[in-house]
């Protein structure tokens, strides 16, 4: 594949981002220009009617997959990337705290990987959030390295720049809330896909109210969801094969 001519979706999954959404898609838009196949918003149904946001912005290149028989994060990941056209497939947040400006950098890294993620413990890397979170947040990956690995760094990045071919081999799972990130990483390793991170400043929402931040026991429920998933993960997939 020539990378300069490869084509790019970005799947956003979506709910409640109303005040948000336009202005991430816009960004997608402009950051990558003609190298951007499509923008894919996943929204599963919104009460504040984000869907609408997205119908009414008549941008040709993004296409509105409107859920209203599912719900959830990874089952909107799930879905968005496995319809996704490009020769590259990328997701993100749409809270734009994680840069678009970024993507760039990470698809330049397929030239010679085939998975590139976006870490905020890299150096050039941070978390800006408030010092109590970014703390935890570290604590957690840092217990995800323990058990599945110290070659990889931001176990629950959901940043990524993937080859498609490498979807069709490893699927996201559709199951639970942002922990698919951590047996997606640990599946792709197994089956010895080139993956490489790139560090990124990841920012506090500057509008909306983020699903998990802004209650420290969902915060605190979902770190023990993801716990469970890292053990299961190691147990059900096996250790690592040289």
Known sequence: MQQQRATISVVLPSYNEREIIA????????????????????D??????????????????????????????????????????GDVVV?????????????????????????????????????????????????????ARCFLGRHFWDWTSGFAAVRREVIAQVPLSPIGYGEYFIEWIYACTQKHFKITEVPYRYEPRTTGESKTDS?????????????????ATRVQLGPLVP
């Open 23 to 42: 202005q991430s898609v816009r960004r997608v838009v402009s950051v990558l220009g003609d190298r951007l196949l499509e923008v894919i918003v996943v």
């Open 44 to 85: 599963d149904n919104s009460p504040d009617r984000t869907w609408e946001v997205v119908e009414n912005l008549h941008e040709p290149r993004c296409r509105l997959i409107r859920r209203t028989d599912e719900r959830g994060l990874a089952s909107a990941l799930s879905h968005g990337t496995k319809i996704a056209k």
């Open 91 to 143: 997701w993100m947040d749409c809270d734009l705290g994680m840069p678009p400006e970024v993507i760039l950098e990470l698809v330049a890294k397929l030239k010679t990987y085939d998975i590139a993620v976006g870490s905020r413990y890299l150096p050039g890397g941070a978390d800006t959030r408030h010092k109590f979170r970014a703390f935890l947040s570290y604590l957690f990956n840092v217990y």
């Open 215 to 231: 209650n420290l026991w969902v915060f605190l429920r979902l770190s023990f969801r993801y716990a469970l998933r890292v053990i």
